[in-house]
């Protein structure tokens, strides 16, 4: 059984676009987050909602934009799609947001801004 | 603000033999959580260990092991027996260990990728 699926797993658009990922958990975890890893591999933390709560909104333009419907789903939706913002998207999901609780990953999602 | 730094971008290393990776990092907090995680070409994150900050006694997991020195700000990973499914990057991360969900977030090196020789 799949941990955290992400959808899609590729996903090639033109400039200017919109686009969603989503990702589901099937753990019952009440913390999620979503995570940019660049074209040099570095990885940041973006946003991160605990019981559909946003607690955490790094320095992120505001074209990006999170939606938690529920616990168990945490999308992400870009709008004016740059060429910057080609990477992997991955999300995870902890129960609880202590250092204590493993945060799972998802398979990741390749976005390739063209 | 925390940072997590991999000096050493690549490293090679003999199947069956042993490699140490090294990370350290700058916080003024006094307890905290490090991470190793495992990025294989699948592009999976994989936890490989975790350390608590309080806690001397270094963490181990199989052939993985870490060497813990707090006051150094040091956190390096030792493979033993090293197998060709170890190749893939590796990346040292930080996250504070406060009770509020802010400071559930993940802060990581840049990686070192690590390859495996039969």
């Known amino acids: 059984d799949t941990a955290v699926s992400q959808t899609p797993k590729y996903l090639v658009t033109q400039m200017g676009n919109d686009k969603s990922i989503k990702c589901e958990q099937n753990?019952?975890?009440?913390?999620m987050y979503w995570y940019k890893q660049d074209s040099k591999k570095f990885l940041k933390i973006m946003f991160s909602y605990n019981n559909k709560e946003l607690i955490i909104n790094e320095t992120v333009p505001n074209r990006f934009s999170p939606k938690s419907p529920d616990k168990a789903h945490l999308n992400l939706h870009i709008n004016s799609l740059e060429l910057g913002d080609s990477a992997v998207y991955f999300c995870?999901?902890?129960?609880?947001?202590?250092?204590?609780?493993?945060?799972?990953f998802g398979p990741g999602t390749r976005l390739t801004v063209l | 603000a925390q940072t997590v730094t991999q000096s050493q971008p690549e490293m090679s290393v003999q199947e069956a033999e042993t490699v140490t990776l090294s990370c350290t990092y700058d916080t003024s907090e006094n307890n905290y959580y490090l991470f190793w995680y495992k990025q294989p070409p699948s592009r999976q994150m994989i936890l490989v260990i975790r350390q608590e900050a309080y806690k001397q006694q270094n963490a181990t997991e199989n052939r993985f092991s870490v060497n813990f020195q707090k006051a150094a700000k040091s956190f390096s990973l030792k493979i033993s027996d090293s197998q060709l499914g170890d190749t893939a990057m590796y990346f040292c991360a930080f996250m504070k260990s406060r009770f509020t969900g802010a400071n559930s977030k993940l802060t990581f090196g840049k990686g070192i990728t690590l390859s495996v020789r039969p």
């Open positions: 753990l019952g975890h009440d913390t």
């Open positions: 995870a999901s902890s129960q609880g947001t202590s250092g204590y609780n493993e945060q799972f």
